[in-house]
């Protein structure tokens, strides 16, 4: 481990310490005969439909309840390919550390990342470390980027189908709301956390069973508004959604209630909606509840083409509304 409780401006110059800090940390956190080589770029082996995503983090603040900013890059990297129906294999990894951030906090969040990683399989085989002066950084920026094999090449936000049903993995606006608790120092008598989560285990269990999905794609920024919204456009279609039925925790609803927000706006991080076929839905709620531990999955609406291009909300007292895409950013620096 590098010797340094904080990280100098050293440790981005190329020498020795930057080389103590790559050896004793990424290196021996991300372990892999591809990065271990220290190529100025990764030899892959791969074949087919290849997906390829990348994302920066910046997060405030940096540790949260489920999650850092660790855990957060590289499940939200892994979950872009997921949502292609794309088996994770190789990550990019890059690090802009302000001068002055302690060490064992970037150990904690290296480990937390190789965690998440052997959830799924993937390995980071390449990154980038530089250390910015104090002030000009807000401690930690994490780049990921990530290479799959696509498995199933028709998952579309184009190939939503009249009188599919729309299925979501879990509760939604929890990822949301653990920022807003943790940056406005609030407690709540609750175990509200993120659902920072990793979601290629329950997308590769749906795979396996040969779930035919038409579309699927996990609500970080802009919630559940957004993917719908997305998904009505993109495949010229109507959605329609019960109120009644999309699952939101009662810590969420209260805190929505005092910032005046709405759950379905509110970012996730390891929730995500499927579009399927009517008559497999309850069967794909079962495979996501028996082997995905998705237990509060469930069926939302259904795709029409009655309004093309709106999502419809239906309330509990029989009136409708159209559910829009959010407008401003309700919470900056969420991910």
């Not at 729309?166 to 993120?194: F, N, Q, Y």
């Not at 509990?316 to 620096?333: K, M, T, V």
């Amino acid at each position: 481990m590098p010797t340094n409780k904080t990280v100098q401006l050293s440790h981005g110059g190329g020498g020795k310490e930057m080389n103590q800090l790559i050896t004793d940390l990424f290196f021996k956190a991300f372990n892999n005969p591809i990065l271990a080589s220290q190529e100025d770029a990764a030899k892959l082996n791969m074949c087919g439909h290849i997906a390829f995503t990348t994302d920066s983090f910046t997060v405030s603040p940096l540790f949260f309840a489920g999650g850092n900013i660790g855990k957060l890059a590289v499940a939200g990297t892994v979950n872009d390919l997921a949502m292609m129906a794309a088996q994770p294999e190789y990550l990019s990894c890059s690090f802009i550390i302000e001068e002055g951030f302690a060490i064992d906090d970037l150990t904690t969040i290296v480990n937390s990342m190789a965690e998440e990683l052997h959830k799924c399989g993937a390995r980071i085989v390449c990154g980038d470390t530089k250390v910015v002066p104090k002030g000009c950084a807000d401690g930690l920026f994490i780049n990921t980027s990530g290479v799959g094999r696509i498995l199933y090449p028709t998952i579309s936000a184009k190939n939503l189908q009249i009188g599919d049903a729309i299925i979501v993995s879990r509760d939604i606006g929890c990822h949301g709301a653990a920022i807003l608790m943790a940056r406005d120092g609030l407690t709540l008598e609750s175990d509200l956390h993120s659902d920072c989560e990793t979601l290629w285990p329950v997308v590769e269990q749906l795979l396996a069973s040969n779930i035919q999905i038409h579309a699927m794609r996990d609500a970080t920024r802009g919630g559940l508004s957004a993917v719908l919204n997305e998904w009505a456009v993109a495949s010229n279609v109507s959605i329609t959604v019960e109120e009644s039925r999309i699952p939101v925790s009662n810590e969420v609803k209260g805190l929505c209630e005092l910032f005046g927000f709405e759950p379905y706006d509110l970012a996730n991080e390891g929730t995500f909606l499927l579009s399927v076929p009517q008559e497999i839905a309850q069967g794909t709620i079962e495979v996501m509840q028996r082997y995905g531990h998705c237990q509060h999955a469930a069926i939302i609406g259904y795709v029409t083409d009655k309004q093309i291009g709106k999502v419809i909300l239906k309330t509990p007292w029989g009136s409708s509304r159209y559910l829009d895409l959010p407008q401003g950013e309700l919470l900056p620096r969420i991910c």
